[in-house]
């Protein structure tokens, strides 16, 4: 099992910063990606960004030139730092993880999802 904390949510005025942050812990033998989605009130659930193992970070067009996955976050850790915000930006955003846990010889990949951080930006 993997718990997903996340922080740094909040209100902010339109053209302002936030930076989301996530901590994986639990019992799994290694974390192969993580990923932050978001779900606005009457809209489908939808990837931002997310980052490999190794360091390969992908961001969903509305994301890009915005929004960024530090490369250097300590390990089990995903961080979003969310540059010029726009009121279409409000939203709960999640952290996501997939991970491998082993049972026995077997490794098997599971994917768990964060309680979620309200991000509300004001125009």
């Known amino acids: 099992q993997v718990q997903l904390v996340e922080s740094g949510g909040g209100l902010v005025q339109a053209g302002g910063s936030l930076r989301l942050s996530c901590i994986a812990s639990?019992?799994?033998?290694?974390?192969?990606?993580m990923a932050w989605h978001r779900q606005a009130p009457g809209r489908q659930r939808e990837l931002v960004a997310g980052?490999?193992?190794?360091?390969?970070?992908a961001y969903a067009d509305s994301a890009k030139g915005r929004f960024t996955i530090p490369t250097d976050s300590p390990k089990n850790t995903v961080t979003l730092q969310m540059n010029s915000l726009q009121p279409e930006d409000t939203a709960k955003y999640y952290c996501?993880?997939?991970?491998?846990?082993?049972?026995?010889?077997?490794?098997?990949?599971?994917?768990?999802w964060g309680q979620g951080t309200q991000v509300t930006v004001s125009s």
């Open positions: 996501t993880a997939r991970a491998l846990t082993r049972a026995g010889t077997d490794f098997q990949e599971y994917a768990y």
């Open positions: 639990g019992s799994f033998f290694r974390i192969e990606s």
């Open positions: 980052i490999t193992r190794g360091g390969a970070a």
